[in-house]
């Protein structure tokens, strides 16, 4: 089961792909730093985040990659990243598209002591390793967007789609993608601007994939180990949540609801106020 595998119209693309080849010859910056498994090894100071990868050129999904490579016996914390997708897979159903070699695509698989309902703390606490890893390396302050949106000054950086393998109600593994806008720029695509960014944007400068990447796996790693001991991300999620406060609308998958976020739940639903004074528990939608 996937928590985003619906099919929607192509104008929910997040980038129109003919638009992309325009905006290459206008944003690329022309720097490349190359993330092959040596380059990404070399100096991880992880146990076993990271340790295991499968690289790609390109490929079709790393997340579906790192879903088949289960059944191969891939070993907990497993890799794979691609410098290109050709079907990348947002959420929603949506494509998650980005040019070759200037953001990071990857994808970790991980056997985790959870219950279904309790995976969502996965994507918050992979949200978390990545907003420590922006901040440490660039020092761009990161907010999110529930459930799963990288926010940086209010536009999108990046984003995280979980997915999972169940058998009844066994969680078997769960995959944690991950893709993030690094050294292009979104903002001369006409669809995404003023809704998407990068750092190089933000910053007006490069940045290094790998050290981005090899922090993330690091804050990734500890983050799972404390989550596993029974560590709850959500209150440090929820103190980088760009809405709290806010009144919001959330477009559910049937209908919606309209409320003032006061945060995330231990499991990842969010919290909305409605005028009535009850709260109630969002699990699955978008915020409008
Ligand atoms: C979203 O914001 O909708 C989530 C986007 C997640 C994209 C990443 S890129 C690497 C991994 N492989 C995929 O096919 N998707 C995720």
Do not use: H
């Given at each position: 089961m996937a928590y985003s595998n619906r099919s929607l119209p192509e104008e929910e693309l997040?980038?129109?792909?003919?638009?992309?080849?325009?905006?290459?010859?206008?944003?690329?910056?022309?720097?490349?730093?190359?993330?092959?498994?040596?380059?990404?090894?070399?100096?991880?100071a992880t146990e076993f985040v990271g340790q295991k990868i499968v690289y790609y050129e390109s490929i079709g999904s790393t997340n579906e990659v790192a879903r088949g490579l289960v059944d191969k016996g891939a070993p907990e914390?497993?890799?794979?990243?691609?410098?290109?997708q050709t079907a990348g897979k947002g959420r929603l159903g949506r494509r998650w598209i980005?040019?070759?070699?200037?953001?990071?695509?990857?994808?970790?698989?991980?056997?985790?002591?959870?219950?279904?309902?309790?995976?969502?703390?996965?994507t918050m606490l992979a949200s978390l390793a990545v907003a420590e890893a922006i901040e440490s390396v660039t020092g761009l302050a990161v907010r999110f967007k529930w459930p799963n949106d990288i926010l940086i000054r209010g536009r999108k950086a990046g984003g995280v789609l979980t997915e999972v393998g169940v058998t009844g109600e066994?969680?078997?593994?769960?995959?944690?993608?991950?893709?993030?806008?690094?050294?292009?720029n979104p903002s001369q695509v006409p669809e995404l601007a003023g809704k998407a960014t990068s750092l190089s944007e933000e910053l007006g400068r490069e940045?290094?994939?790998?050290?981005?990447?090899?922090?993330?796996?690091i804050y990734m790693e500890g983050g799972y180990l404390r989550l596993q001991e029974g560590y709850l991300p959500h209150k440090v999620f929820t103190s980088r949540l760009a809405d709290v406060g806010e009144k919001v609308e959330v477009?559910?998958?049937r209908g919606k609801e309209e409320g003032f976020v006061e945060g995330v739940d231990a499991d990842g639903a969010l919290l909305l106020r409605r005028e009535d004074g009850s709260t109630v528990g969002v699990t699955m939608g978008e915020v409008a």
């Open positions: 997040s980038v129109n792909p003919a638009m992309l080849t325009g905006c290459l010859s206008l944003g690329y910056y022309g720097f490349m730093e190359e993330l092959t498994p040596g380059r990404i090894r070399e100096g991880l914390g497993t890799l794979v990243i691609a410098e290109e980005a040019p070759a070699g200037m953001g990071l695509l990857f994808s970790l698989l991980l056997y985790p002591d959870l219950t279904l309902k309790q995976v969502p703390r996965l066994r969680l078997d593994y769960v995959v944690v993608g991950i893709g993030l806008n690094v050294n292009w940045v290094s994939r790998l050290e981005l990447l090899q922090r993330l796996l477009v559910l998958p």
